[in-house]
């Protein structure tokens, strides 16, 4: 019955303690309790500690420091080891993890001197956890083997934290790419956390289970067991592991290519993360949304993501996170053509993975530093690094790695002299059906437009086509989940070249309908479908605003960027103005740290746009499979274009294949194609000569008549008609109306103008 007593008022105590102590006046009050704190009270408070860690750690952390002011109020070691080891369990899930590893320690000596093991095991297992994510792997399975040896001991008073052993064992596993090693380790601490009947562990197990299963590229399964904890952790009110819940179901929907749900996932996590807030998981979002800017081809965005994501993980000490930030950095470099910078991030990242030695990353940080290589034209460094990750990767564990590789020694082949026709096959065909199996749509695109081109090598022009057309096929697949404008043209930048051999192939060997259909898909590919003048496919929806509230602090922050970028702008404006003060004017190193600053304030208003906009749109835009390149959806499209003109009207679809004018003819009634028009070449240098004479026009000088000038210009645009338009003369001449769609990058062209002053001096002559 004193006992009784006794926990009711260390309860009472604790209670009051933790209302108390935002109080300005807590240590004056903690003072008059000073007869009435005990080692109980401390232990109650970390129990607070615990519970709250999970839902949130910053207030944990409070409870925490809280706590180790009135241990050493009560003078006792084991009471401060107490608070020492709460401030621990608080601290690591805020990412900081030399202070948690720090208290752990100083925890550990004090139980180590009084001899309680259970103690100890316990403070070395949470130890292992912090060691794995500073990237001291060698550290962590040491501690982990003499950890494992004590929970065996103990029996049954220790299973609890033999679960707790091996989920932290398993992530440091994970980080250094031994994925079997991982699951294994998951699936043991998940059959016990079941037997005793934790299922809030079981649900945080999942989700490192779901990111193993993630990584062997076993969606389905990864993604039930994300559903699954992601529920049960909202029925706990566990909503920091919910917000990690959300995280890795982004991550899941950006491998599969789902990239608007991705964004979702991420916002929800975002929000979870920041509100309370931990640093180091909003850097994780960053991190993963830095991804999906890079498949966007959003590259200022990628580099500057992934840029402040590598500050926070290197200052937390979680490496493999760093390592991947650094790549991704990499890659954005590599895709802007800054090959320099591209090679010194990786190189870093290389750097710390051999330190640690993961040996398995290294394989996949291998294969970037080889498409470096050869996009530097190092073919022979890249034939080497491709074929040594080769020799020692295993596909069963890494097949996305190892179709990424398929493609890399395609290219290699490819660029070999001379190429290697039969090895780039077959090493292409490798890499689709691993694509194929496992879904990997980018990989998928790339590979069949690779295919393409070995096939037209080899002549054979009708499976080129056939491939090319699948590539597209599954491009417009992706791009309709994207129904952001500037995410489908940033998706679309690099994928141009695809539909450009699709319309020079067709134009070669397929029907025109089929031909104005695919110059259709290629010149509107950067911008958004024709979708607002076409009706649908069955089972397509388009993606409709959520009308969800916008988050208020994102909007202000948006505002605090406007502001600061046109301050920068106004002192830019004012680089070379005279001062008041001669000794204000700025130096020149001033200019370049201006615009670096503002530089980061674009990029970092395109993200907050970018979220601004996902919050507006449904999270998952209807899955459909577009049917492309059906000869009904082809021969739809010709009618509904041809149904939009009236009987006197004539549409010019000009495009240029291989530096060779074309134009699609197209009436109410027929389709036809002419080819070969005149090079862009010489196309260029007569639209060089129009600018000059414009240029002298409007300053010309006394010894040229205005009648002079004018005849100069009539002779360029008689010739550009000559090129364009004369070829065409007897459907222009039947027309009324005359529609022009012109290649992108030749919207200047003065067509018209050309048609209507060769046509007055043509009527004047007869």
């Known amino acids: 019955m004193i006992a009784l007593v006794l926990t009711l008022d260390a309860e009472y105590i604790a209670g009051q303690l933790i209302e108390q102590m935002e109080d300005p006046h807590f240590g004056e009050w903690v003072t008059t309790w000073q007869a009435y704190l005990s080692e109980d009270v401390i232990a109650l408070l970390k129990q607070s500690v615990d519970r709250e860690k999970l839902r949130n750690a910053r207030h944990a952390l409070h409870i925490a420091e809280m706590a180790y002011k009135v241990a050493q109020l009560i003078g006792s070691p ?11 369990n608080a601290l690591y899930p805020l990412c900081r993890h030399h202070e948690a590893l720090a208290a752990y320690q100083q925890a550990e000596v004090v139980y180590a001197r009084e001899q309680q093991p259970l103690e100890v095991t316990i403070l070395q297992v949470n130890q292992v956890v912090v060691l794995q994510e500073m990237g001291d792997f060698q550290g962590a399975v040491a501690l982990e083997q003499q950890a494992r040896a004590t929970c065996e001991a103990l029996g049954a008073e220790a299973r609890e934290y033999l679960a707790v052993l091996e989920m932290n064992i398993g992530l440091a596993y994970q980080q250094i790419g031994n994925l079997e090693a991982a699951l294994s380790a998951f699936e043991r601490g998940h059959t016990i956390f079941a037997e005793i009947g934790d299922m809030v562990e079981v649900a945080r197990i999942d989700i490192n289970r779901a990111n193993v299963f993630e990584e062997q590229d076993d969606f389905h399964t990864a993604e039930l067991l994300l559903i699954e904890a992601r529920e049960a952790l909202i029925l706990a009110g566990q909503y920091q592991e919910v917000a990690r819940a959300d995280l890795n179901l982004g991550i899941l929907s950006y491998r ?64 493999w996170q760093q390592v991947l930030a650094l790549i991704n950095q990499g890659i954005g470099y590599q895709r802007l053509g800054l090959l320099e910078p591209a090679a010194d991030m990786l190189a870093q990242a290389q750097h710390i993975l051999q330190r640690h030695g993961a040996q398995t990353r290294m394989l996949m940080l291998n294969v970037d530093r080889a498409l470096i290589a050869l996009e530097a034209g190092q073919i022979a460094i890249a034939s080497e690094l491709a074929h040594q990750v080769a020799h020692e990767l295993d596909l069963e564990t890494a097949p996305t790695l190892h179709a990424r590789l398929h493609l890399l020694l395609t290219r290699c082949a490819l660029r070999e002299e001379p190429p290697d026709q039969h090895a780039a096959r077959k090493h292409a065909q490798a890499g689709l059906v691993i694509a194929q199996t496992y879904h990997l749509s980018d990989v998928l695109i790339a590979a069949y437009h690779l295919l393409g081109n070995i096939l037209e090598r080899d002549r054979e022009p009708i499976g080129a086509l056939q491939y090319y057309q699948t590539a597209i096929h599954k491009i417009e697949e992706m791009r309709h989940r994207l129904p952001l404008d500037a995410f489908q043209m940033g998706f679309m930048h690099d994928k141009l070249a ?15 309908e089929q031909v104005l259909y695919t110059l259709n898909l290629a010149h509107t590919a950067p911008f958004l479908r024709f979708e607002s003048s076409m009706p649908l496919p069955i089972g397509v929806e388009r993606a409709v605003p959520t009308n969800q509230p916008v988050d208020a602090k994102l909007r202000e922050r948006l505002q605090q960027l406007r502001e600061r970028w046109h301050w920068y702008q ?7 103005d005279l001062e008041t003060d001669p000794a204000e004017r700025r130096k020149p190193a001033d200019e370049a740290a201006l615009r670096e600053q503002m530089r980061k304030i674009e990029a970092e208003m395109a993200d907050l746009t970018h979220r601004w906009q996902v919050r507006t749109l449904s999270a998952s835009p209807v899955e459909t499979d577009l049917p492309v390149f059906l000869p009904a ?4 499209f010709c009618a509904h274009i041809q149904q939009q003109l009236a009987r006197d009207e004539l549409l010019l679809h000009y495009t240029v294949i291989e530096d060779q004018f074309h134009v699609m003819v197209v009436t109410r009634q027929t389709v036809q194609m002419l080819s070969n028009l005149i090079s ?6 007569i639209l060089r000569s129009w600018r000059l004479h414009l240029h002298h026009f409007q300053h010309h000088s006394a010894d040229q008549t205005s009648e002079q000038l004018l005849q100069h210009g009539l002779a360029h ?28 990058g030749w919207h200047d062209l003065p067509l018209l103008r050309s048609l209507m002053e060769v046509s007055t001096l043509l009527n004047g002559a007869m």
């Open 498 to 512: 695809i539909y450009e051999d699709t319309v020079r192939l067709s134009q070669a060997i397929a029907p025109p």
């Open 78 to 88: 084991r009471a401060e080891a107490l608070a020492m080891w709460a401030q621990g």
């Open 570 to 576: 106004s002192k830019l404006e004012g680089y070379n």
């Open 256 to 319: 599969r290519g789902h990239y608007q749900q991705a964004l979702h996932s991420l916002e929800l996590a975002y929000n979870g993360f920041a509100s309370i807030p931990i640093p180091g998981d909003v850097a994780l979002v960053h991190l993963y949304r830095s991804f999906i800017y890079r498949d966007l081809n959003l590259l200022q965005e990628t580099i500057s993501m992934a840029a402040e994501a590598e500050k926070q993980f290197k200052q937390d000490s979680t490496r």
């Open 680 to 685: 862009g070449k010489r196309l260029n240098r």
């Open 633 to 636: 959806t082809m021969a739809a």
């Open 717 to 744: 645009l008689n010739r550009m008609y000559q090129a364009l338009l004369a070829p065409l003369e007897p459907f222009v001449a039947a027309c009324q109306s005359l529609l022009l769609v012109l290649p992108p």
